[in-house]
């Protein structure tokens, strides 16, 4: 039998909180530290978008550091390349991606490698 729901009115307050508490946004330190903590949010997250912009500091370090207040750039570098918990991939940008996630990228991956990129083919030599 369906089920149907009717909309539950929000505040935006309520809806803010909501998105926050999903963020992980509303507490001091939800993942921890360390390389252990990188993992932990890029795996809550889903993804962490790799951004060249910056005025303080790239974006990807600020998304990190504003859920692990002690973060350090190295804690990204042996995430990646010590732990191998987290690795590059083109999500919908250039992406930090959970390693435990690489099994469904795979498909894109050997797709690439059969007939190359595809934003190439229409560049004449």
């Known amino acids: 039998m369906p089920r149907t729901s009717k909309p539950?009115?929000?505040?935006?307050?309520?809806?803010?909180?909501?998105?926050?508490?999903?963020?992980?946004?509303?507490?001091?330190?939800?993942?921890?530290?360390?390389?252990?903590?990188v993992s932990a949010a890029v795996a809550h997250l889903g993804y962490v978008q790799i951004d060249t912009i910056?005025?303080?500091?790239?974006c990807h370090h600020h998304i990190l550091f504003s859920r692990i207040p002690t973060y350090r750039r190295?804690?990204?570098?042996?995430?990646?390349?010590?732990d191998?918990?987290?690795?590059?991939?083109w999500t919908h940008a250039l992406s930090y991606v959970p390693a435990n996630d690489f099994r469904f990228f795979l498909p894109a991956m050997r797709e690439h490698r059969r007939e190359g990129h595809k934003w190439f083919a229409a560049v004449k030599p």
Do not use: C, M
């Open 8 to 37: 539950l009115p929000l505040s935006t307050t309520q809806a803010r909180q909501i998105w926050l508490h999903a963020q992980r946004l509303t507490d001091r330190a939800p993942f921890g530290e360390g390389a252990e903590a």
């Open 54 to 58: 910056n005025v303080i500091e790239r």
């Open 74 to 82: 190295a804690d990204l570098r042996q995430a990646q390349s010590i």
């Open 84 to 89: 191998k918990t987290v690795f590059e991939y």
